[in-house]
């Protein structure tokens, strides 16, 4: 299958590059990138996502917000599959994102770490186990060069653990903690974000009730971990028929264990 890549230059740009060498199934059919400094000799450059998407079977995006909403309408008007991981992107973003799925099969994951979907999961079902006087807290770590904050992943977590309590989380986030502000409100649902040095990326979510503490954590301490989740999605993702999928849709798929 020949890969494109959208953001090619990039740290998950560049890591898909060589796990893509190493795969004996796929090829990198060429990438698309803003950043024209230091373009690297192993990656045939493209004009734009329309010439990109015309040599490419599926491309994978981990670009900007805007650029991925662009990249997921030439997806839709060429009909080829697109896998997006970037991070940042709005409910406005999203919008756009799910009506281009109804021409052509879109995967977006903020992590497409296996450990982290299947954390998703447990997010949830704890959640939902749990009763109100456990209070939720999520706290992330990332490398000093992220730019967004909380991390995708995070706010991931944060929708799990609302879905599994069943509210609604953006009337129950709280991003900023500072001076006087009261006391904990009930389902609130917390968020901590620490930035620096190389860190790949760290989240932990916290249950915290009287007397006890529940802590479902996941490390990451190798970004080609994110890089193998893509690929391994990317394969599924070319057999599906046009839809709006997440990594949990792959995952309940018989391809998980794939190679």
């Not at 004009?47 to 805007?66: Q, R, S």
């Amino acid at each position: 299958m020949k890969i494109g890549i959208a953001g090619c230059t990039g740290r998950m740009g560049q890591m898909l590059v060589k796990e893509i060498a190493l795969a004996d199934d796929l090829y990198l059919a060429g990438g698309i990138t803003r950043d024209t400094t230091d373009l690297p000799d192993n990656v045939p450059i493209l004009k734009d996502a329309e010439d990109l998407f015309a040599v490419a079977d599926l491309v994978i995006d981990f670009t900007a917000p805007d650029s991925s909403v662009y990249n997921a309408r030439v997806a839709a008007n060429i009909r080829k599959p697109l896998l997006i991981g970037t991070t940042g992107l709005s409910e406005s973003h999203m919008k756009e994102i799910r009506a281009s799925a109804e021409q052509t099969p879109i995967l977006y994951t903020p992590n497409a770490s296996v450990g982290v979907n299947v954390m998703l999961e447990a997010v949830r079902e704890v959640a939902s186990k749990l009763g109100s006087n456990f209070d939720i807290e999520i706290c992330e770590a990332h490398h000093s060069k992220k730019v967004d904050a909380p991390s995708g992943t995070a706010l991931a977590l944060g929708r799990a653990a609302a879905l599994g309590r069943g509210i609604d989380l953006s009337s129950h986030a709280v991003f900023e903690r500072h001076g006087n502000t009261g006391v904990r409100t009930e389902n609130e649902i917390g968020f901590s974000v620490i930035r620096g040095g190389d860190i790949v990326g760290e989240h932990t979510v916290y249950f915290i009730g009287q007397g006890e503490r529940i802590e479902i954590t996941h490390r990451a301490t190798d970004r080609a971990l994110f890089a193998r989740g893509a690929l391994q999605a990317s394969r599924w993702l070319a057999t599906q028929p046009a839809g709006f999928y997440e990594m949990r849709d792959f995952l309940d798929s018989s391809h998980t264990h794939r190679d």
